[in-house]
C-alpha cells in the first residue's frame, strides 16, 4: 500500500529510488544488519541512503538502482563526487553520534529491479582516510 502512495506523489525516478532503498533495507535486515537510520541528510547535496551497524562497524550505504543492466551496473554511477557527498554526511553522522571514525565503512547495494529483483552488495567500496 505504502508503495502504491508514494507512487502517486513521487516523481517515477523517485519512486524507482525508493523502491530499491525499501528493497536494500530488507535485504540488510535479512543479512544481519541493524538499520538505525535511512536518508540521512548533512546540508543541501549530502546525504546517505542507509546507516547501519554489523557488530562494531558503523556501515554507510549508498543504494543505486535501475530498471534494468542494459547501460551497466547501477553501482558504476557512483563517481568522485558523489564519494565526496557521501563521506561529508558520514563524518557528520560520526560527529555527532559521537562514534570513532576508524569503525566506519562505506558499501554500495546495486537493485536491478527485474522479475525477481537482483541485488548485489559489496562491501568495503571507497573509504577516506582510513588508515588500514
Do not use: C
Request: hydrophobic fraction near 40%; proline fraction near 2%.
Amino acid at each position: 500500500m505504502r508503495q502504491w502512495r508514494q507512487r502517486q506523489t513521487l516523481t517515477a525516478e523517485a519512486a524507482l529510488g525508493r523502491r530499491g532503498e525499501d528493497l536494500a533495507h530488507r535485504y540488510l535486515r535479512s543479512a544481519g544488519f541493524k538499520v538505525i537510520a535511512r536518508n540521512y541528510r548533512a546540508g543541501k547535496d549530502s546525504e546517505i541512503d542507509i546507516v547501519a551497524r554489523a557488530g562494531d562497524i558503523t556501515v554507510f550505504v549508498e543504494v543505486k538502482s535501475r530498471r534494468s543492466e542494459e547501460f551497466g551496473a547501477p553501482d558504476r554511477a557512483i563517481n568522485q563526487e558523489k564519494q565526496k557527498h557521501i563521506v561529508r554526511a558520514a563524518r557528520s553522522y560520526v560527529t555527532r553520534a559521537g562514534l570513532d571514525w576508524s569503525q566506519v565503512r562505506f558499501d554500495t547495494i546495486s537493485v536491478v529491479l527485474s522479475s525477481p529483483p537482483s541485488i548485489v552488495h559489496h562491501q568495503d567500496v571507497f573509504f577516506d582516510g582510513r588508515v588500514i
